[in-house]
Each structure stands twice: as C-alpha cells, then as structure tokens.
C-alpha cells in the first residue's frame, strides 16, 4: 500500500507521468491517456476513418508546405544565370524565409487556440499559394526577397499545427507513430521536392516549379475547406459526463475524465465504451466544418509563455536546442550542396543536385520507424517493467545512437566536399543525416508532447522559434564561414556540437523527472488557464 500511494503522488506531481498499463491484472491492460470523455465529438472518440481522413489532410499540407519551403535551392544555378542574383543574395533569401518561420509561428499560435485550427490552415495554404505566385513572377530582388518570406510566414504554423492535431486526436501511446508520420511526410517534401523540381527546372523552366506549387496549393486548399474538420474540444459540461476510472495527473489534457475504454492488450485496440449520453448530438456537417471555433480565451499568455517554457521547462530547451541545431545542420548541407555542386569537380545540373536529396530520404525512410513506431513499442515495454507507470524519459534512450550516426553523416559529407571525393560518399553522409534527422525529430517531439501535452502549442513555439533563428544565423554568415573557416574545419566543428548536443538526454535520463517535478506547479497553472477559458465559453 505505501508503494502504491508513493507511485499515485509521483504520478500527480510529475506532468508526464501516467499509468499506461495496469500490470497486476490478471491480463495487461493499456490505459488510454489523455482519458477520452463519453462525448461522441471529441476528437479522441472519433472513428479510425475521421482520424485518418483529418491526419492525411493535414499531411498533405506539410507536404507541400515543405516542398515550397525547400525546392528554391534546386534553381539558384539558372536565376544566376537569367536574373544576375549572387550566392549571397540567394543565401539572404533562404535567411528572410527561415526569418519568416520563426516570426510566423509567434503571431499564429495564439489564433489556433482562440479560434481553432481550421481558420489557421486556411489561411496558411492560401498565403503559401500566393508566395508561389510571387515567386513564379519574380525578376527582382526584392520580389526574391518579398515572395521568401511570405513563403516562410505562410509555412510557418506547419512545424507547430500538425503536433497540436495529433494531440486532439491521439493518445499517448500512439504519439511517437503519428509523429514518426508527420516526420517522414516533411522529409518526402524537403527531399523529393527537389528531386522533382529538378526535372521541372530543366525541362520547363524554374519559373514551372512554382506553377507546380500553385497548382498543388490551390488542391490543398480546396481539400481542406471541405473536408478538414475541426480538432479543437470545447469539454461538454452540466453533468453529463461519467466518473472517470482513469488516473489523474499534472499532464491531464483537461477533458473530462470519464472514459469507460478498457483496451485490452498491448497490441490489441478492443474497446468498451460507456453508452453515449442522449442529451449530447453529434455534429452536422457544417457544424464540423465551421470558419472558426471561438473561445474566451485570452490571446496575449500565448505570446509571452513560449518564451517562458522556453527558458524554465528543462524538456523545452532540450528539443529546442536539439532540433533547432539538426534543422541548421541540413540547411547548411542543403545550401553547400546548391552553391558547390554546381561547379568543378561535380558540374551538377538542377537535376543532379535534386538527386542528391533522395539518398536523405532513404535514410529518413530507415529513421522514420526507429523514431516512430520503435519508440511507441519501446515505452510499453519500458512502462511494464516499471509496475506500469510511463516516464516520458523513456523515449530518450533511442535518442543516444543518433549521438554517433548525425555527427558521421555530416563528417562523410562535408570532408567529401572539401576534398571533391566520389559524389557517392557525399550521398553516404547525406544518408545518414537524413536518417538521424527523421529519429531524433520523432524521438524530441514525442518527448516534449508526452511532457507538456495540455501546453503542446506554447511549447513548440518556442522550440521552432530557436530553430529558425539558428538557421537564420548560419545562413547569413555561411558565406564568410566557408571562406574563413574552410569547408574541412567548418564540417569538423559542426560535428562536434551536434555530438555534444546529442548527448544531452544523458542528464535528462537522470534528473528529466525531477525538472518535471520542479515546473509541475508552472505547468499546470498554464493549463488550467486553457481550461478554464474553453469551459467558461461551452458551459
């Protein structure tokens, strides 16, 4: 008994900590958490068909989102060429649209919980097909400049929107996968869009691969106006709710806690629902498929709590820290690879330097299931030898191999670069960053979503905002480092801070649950103020 009491204020006080199996039945019994309420809307009740329709929409976004985030690089060789545009002026471009990400996601996260997450994807693919617009009629400079970050500012939400559906829409235990999806589809983006682009660019012209842009948008946006449904819950209250059998803790997602799911089974998804109280419709079609989804809720906590989780809450900086870096590190590659290709030994067309990104996708291909699927498995395991009780730490030990493989992929790379080895050795290096990018991203953010789930949105925004602004720095001073530095040392050093970086879920793996102890009190005022502000509106 004082075992079990110990484990109940342990679970309370940690946010993150939940019961996710029940080890002393007489079968193991996986406990759904966030505990879904009896209400057929919620998001977390929805049919495998609803979820899997509204997920595929908002992947589709990210897709192409991140293919117009990233196929500029494939056509600096022909706007050199056709509009006298420098490589510093190409790599101020790539700043302003880094710049843009991060300036984005400050200015829309409070949107998308005011007003919920339809309006913002809206208008987000309409300002990527406007950029695209602009970019595809570009013959200045300042259209060069103007058109990237408006490109950025309209890709923007995607890095911090799509981790907020999944947590609408999925528990826990399924985090890492969802995640592991959404990595694998911004990779198919960042890496075959210029695969693509590529051909497009040699065969009808660069001006072509923002028509093809356009065209996609305007699909997406269409897509989403009819079908994309809105993933933001308003909790039903007066009553109408039954008494939850699941454990509460400082990470309850702040619905009602009254599940009545008894899912059987580790690997089973056999449920027991409670009857569906009568007094409480499902929603029409237009009712889904509403403008915006208004709350109380106050705008300006999103705009500083950010910063706040951002230099309190030790698994912020961390994912912060570790995804911004990695994030720089390709944007590094990417712009040496579009800059240095072109010319001796290599001569790489547009085509070739599009080729180039699938063997980062191969790797990401092999990294999606180690961050993703391999993770989800690794914490029921890790949960039922640990009397059932899931500590987000847990994650973080499939984070220690990607330590060794990112800082040898940008080894291979860069030294292969600097000393014009075979181009195959480059694609080696590529690879393997592709395939820690792909694990570590999985891994940091399922991390930060199992610590943090009721704060998810204030969260990352922080984190991408770090990770743009370190992209923006490399890229304005990219130039002057390689002519400084060199090409060998530069890759030498960025080996070893991406090493040092990676090792960061060591300390985590010791005190991680007591910094989650210590921001507990924090966290949950910040979460009860969501709450409060959606049920203030609903009741």
Not at 249 to 268: H, P, Q
Not at 274 to 293: C, E, N, S, V
Not at 482 to 507: K, N, Q, S, T
Request: glycine fraction near 8%; include cysteine; proline fraction near 6%.
């Amino acid at each position: 008994m004082e075992n079990d009491a110990h484990v109940r204020d342990e679970t309370f006080w940690a946010p993150g900590t939940v019961t996710l199996e029940k080890v002393h039945q007489s079968r193991d019994q996986l406990v759904l958490f966030p505990p879904p309420s009896s209400d057929p809307n919620d998001p977390l009740n929805w049919s495998t068909p609803r979820k899997v329709l509204n997920f595929t929409l908002a992947s589709f976004f990210v897709l192409w989102t991140f293919v117009q985030l990233d196929v500029g690089f494939t056509a600096w060789g022909p706007m050199q060429e056709e509009l006298n545009f420098t490589i510093d002026i190409l790599n101020a471009e790539a700043a302003l649209n880094y710049s843009g990400l991060a300036i984005g996601c400050i200015f829309f996260m409070p949107l998308v919980h005011k007003y919920g997450r339809r309006p913002i994807y809206i208008f987000s693919v309409a300002l990527q097909l406007a950029s695209c617009i602009w970019q595809a009629r570009t013959y200045t400079t300042g259209d060069l400049l103007g058109s990237g970050l408006i490109s950025g500012i309209g890709g923007a939400i995607s890095e911090i929107i799509t981790q907020i559906t999944i947590a609408d829409m999925f528990f826990v235990h399924q985090h890492a996968t969802m995640n592991g999806w959404y990595v694998i589809v911004q990779s198919a983006g960042a890496f075959l869009g210029p695969v693509a682009s590529g051909y497009i660019v040699v065969s009808q012209g660069w001006r072509w691969m923002w028509w093809w842009c356009v065209i996609f948008f305007g699909v997406t946006l269409f897509c989403v106006l009819f079908l994309f449904e809105e993933s933001k819950y308003i909790p039903v209250l007066g009553g109408r709710e039954l008494v939850s059998t699941a454990p509460v803790t400082a990470g309850s997602s702040g619905r009602s806690k009254d599940t009545g799911l008894d899912v059987k089974g580790a690997n089973s998804m056999v449920a027991t629902r409670a009857p569906t109280p009568p007094d409480i419709p499902m929603k029409t079609y237009f009712q889904r498929m509403a403008l915006i989804t208004p709350t109380q809720e106050a705008l300006w906590p999103h705009f500083y709590q950010p910063i706040v989780t951002l230099f309190t809450f030790p698994a912020v900086s961390y994912v912060a820290i570790t995804y911004g870096s990695t994030l720089s590190w390709f944007a590094i590659m990417t712009s040496l690879q579009a800059s240095y290709m072109t010319i001796p030994p290599y001569n790489f067309d547009a085509i070739g330097v599009g080729l180039m990104n699938v063997a980062p996708f191969i790797g990401a291909l092999l990294g999606f299931p180690f961050g993703g699927h391999l993770s989800d498995k690794s914490i029921l395991w890790l949960s039922k030898r640990n009397r059932g009780i899931y500590e987000p730490e847990m994650r973080l030990w499939l984070a220690l191999p990607v330590a060794i493989i990112s800082p040898v992929g940008i080894l291979m790379f860069g030294l292969g670069l600097a000393n014009g080895a075979h181009w195959a050795v480059l694609a080696v290096g590529f690879g393997l960053f592709g395939f820690a990018l792909a694990a570590i991203s999985g891994v940091a953010l399922s991390y930060l979503m199992d610590c943090y789930q009721d704060i998810i949105g204030d969260a990352l925004i922080g984190v991408i905002f770090m990770r743009n602004i370190f992209s923006v720095i490399v890229l304005f001073v990219l130039t002057p480092w390689v002519e400084g530095m060199g090409m060998r040392d530069l890759h030498i050093l960025v080996a070893v801070v991406a090493f040092a970086i990676l090792l960061l879920p060591i300390p985590l793996l010791i005190w991680g649950k007591k910094a989650r102890i210590a921001t507990a009190s924090r966290y949950r005022e910040m979460a009860a103020n969501q709450l409060s502000h959606r049920t203030s509106w609903s009741t």
